[in-house]
């Protein structure tokens, strides 16, 4: 059974930094892209990052600079560092993979809040 699960949320101030991690098993680790999502309110969820096997990755625009996505294939986990945090990076973030032919998994997200 492959499961996600995210931790490293929690309250910090604008300016302020976070590192979320995302503990993957029951799968090849390094066979698969790890994704990082986000709901802030009212808004849907969005992708954040993503790391592919060969370490390539991709941010979305608002974050790029800030956040970095990392993965560690030995403790099949995968992260993600937040600096430079403002107010709207408040939501609850996502880790996601996905399975050619078994579709996707998520965890069961953890809630960044940016406030001073």
């Known amino acids: 059974e492959v499961q996600l699960q995210a931790s490293g949320g929690g309250l910090v101030q604008p300016g302020g930094s976070l590192r979320l991690s995302c503990a993957v098993s029951g799968l090849t680790f390094s066979s698969y892209y790890m994704y990082w999502y986000r709901q802030t309110p009212g808004k849907e969820r969005e992708l954040v990052a993503y790391?592919?096997?060969?370490?390539?990755?991709y941010y979305v625009d608002g974050v790029k600079g800030r956040f970095t996505i990392s993965r560690d294939n030995i403790k099949s986990a995968h992260f993600l560092q937040m600096n430079s945090l403002k107010t709207e990076d408040t939501g609850v973030y996502f880790c996601?993979?996905?399975?050619?032919?078994?579709?996707?998994?998520w965890g069961q997200g953890t809630l960044v809040t940016v406030s001073s």
């Open positions: 790391i592919g096997v060969r370490g390539n990755t």
């Open positions: 996601r993979t996905q399975i050619g032919g078994r579709g996707e998994y």
